[in-house]
């Protein structure tokens, strides 16, 4: 392989590693993060973060391993935007709006990811082979 035919799969591995991490601290920190979510308004926050817990875990090692990797990058992507507009959208919190474009970001990475594929180094290309 050709060092250019690496770069998927690291930038998989640099977008999912958000989402991994950020699913085992919402398991280990529950109740602080259930209170947090009641802070920011999300729904229903004693439900809501299990729900939020397999979409971050999961999603995050579908999108690392490259399997079903445009339905783990839509979802991603989704997780993304709603957060950006349902948490990170205040007037005037300027902090805040770093959170709002990073998301924004994150997202425009996983909408490229469901356009173009998981790359080479990938379950979903071995399953195809």
């Known amino acids: ?3 250019l035919e690496y770069l ?3 930038s998989r591995l640099l977008m999912s590693s958000l989402f991994i991490w950020d699913g085992v601290l919402q398991l280990r920190n529950s109740a602080s993060t259930i209170q947090y979510f009641a ?3 999300v729904p229903m926050p004693d439900f809501a973060i299990w729900i939020s817990i397999p979409l971050h875990l999961f999603g ?3 999108l ?3 399997f079903r990797t445009r339905w783990a990058a839509a979802l991603l992507a989704l997780i993304c935007l709603a957060t950006a507009l349902g948490v990170h959208l205040p ?3 300027v902090d805040n709006m770093i959170h709002f474009y990073k998301n ?3 997202a425009g990475g996983f909408l490229y990811v469901v356009a173009y594929g998981p790359g080479g180094i990938s379950i979903d290309k071995q399953m195809m082979q």
């Open 1 to 3: 392989m050709r060092p």
């Open 64 to 66: 690392l391993l490259g």
């Open 60 to 62: 995050g090692l579908a």
């Open 39 to 41: 802070k920011v308004h």
């Open 91 to 93: 007037e005037g919190d």
């Open 8 to 10: 998927p799969a690291i």
């Open 104 to 106: 924004l970001v994150m």
